[in-house]
T-cell receptor, first 113, second 116 residues
Framework: DSGVTQTPKHLITATGQRVTLRCSPR?????VYWYQQSLDQGLQFLIQ???????AKGNILERFSAQQFPDLHSELNLSSLELGDSALYFC????????????FGNGTRLTVT | AQKITQTQPGMFVQEKEAVTLDCTYD???????LFWYKQPSSGEMIFLIY??????QNATEGRYSLNFQKARKSANLVISASQLGDSAMYFC?????????????FGKGTRLHILP
């Protein structure tokens, strides 16, 4: 158990809809990262927060947004969903310094129909 | 430009043999870290091993070791005495710098199949 909690585990929705994915980081970790993994693909970095502030951005679409709250949990909002947004979305947390590894949640599998 | 390259999309290895999974990286930052993760078919991401750019010795964790060749910018994962449970997808990742606002990028992965 990594200590990172992601909800929900599965999400099925229709095109054009909006969904929110939730992540609670490991206790003590200040950094939260979001990744998208499409079928048989690597992990695409979306966005990183450190202690409530956005710190790094990757290939995140304008239809996607995220935030980290004062209690350090994070939410990833996906809107105007398209079929191609179907993927496994991972949240990971770390202490945010040097050699601290990412600890991943079990992911949210999003299916857009 | 791709910063992490894993050139082996798939590998088949006989059980109990040693396995080397290749990873090359590209960075101009003198301070960086390299990670390896395992993703079994169940989907979770499992941290295996870390190597810092200033570490003098190659990292080891049980059956996992990292063959770090800084001048060649390679960080290959070596799994000794492979087991059936090692069948999984393996990802190499890099963190550039040591700031809090760094991103950690992943290679495309190598799918390892251990044969009985």
């Amino acid at each position: 158990d990594s200590g990172v909690t992601q909800t929900p585990k599965h999400l099925i929705t229709a095109t054009g809809q909006r969904v929110t994915l939730r992540c609670s980081p490991r206790s003590g970790d200040l950094s939260v990262y979001w990744y998208q993994q499409s079928l048989d693909q690597g992990l695409q970095f979306l966005i990183q927060y450190y202690n409530g502030e956005e710190r790094a951005k990757g290939n995140i679409l304008e239809r996607f947004s995220a935030q980290q709250f004062p209690d350090l949990h994070s939410e990833l909002n996906l809107s105007s969903l398209e079929l191609g947004d179907s993927a496994l979305y991972f949240c990971a947390s770390s202490a945010g310094v040097g050699n601290s590894p990412l600890h991943f949640g079990n992911g949210t599998r999003l299916t857009v129909t | 430009a791709q910063k992490i390259t894993q050139t082996q999309p798939g590998m088949f290895v006989q059980e109990k043999e040693a396995v080397t999974l290749d990873c090359t990286y590209d960075t101009s930052d003198p301070s960086y870290g390299l990670f390896w993760y395992k993703q079994p078919s169940s989907g979770e991401m499992i941290f295996l091993i870390y190597q810092g750019s200033y570490d003098q010795q190659n990292a080891t964790e049980g059956r996992y070791s990292l063959n770090f060749q800084k001048a060649r910018k390679s960080a290959n994962l070596v799994i000794s005495a492979s087991q059936l449970g090692d069948s999984a997808m393996y990802f190499c990742a890099m963190r550039e710098g040591t700031n809090r606002d760094d991103k950690i990028i992943f290679g495309k992965g190598t799918r390892l199949h251990i044969l009985p």
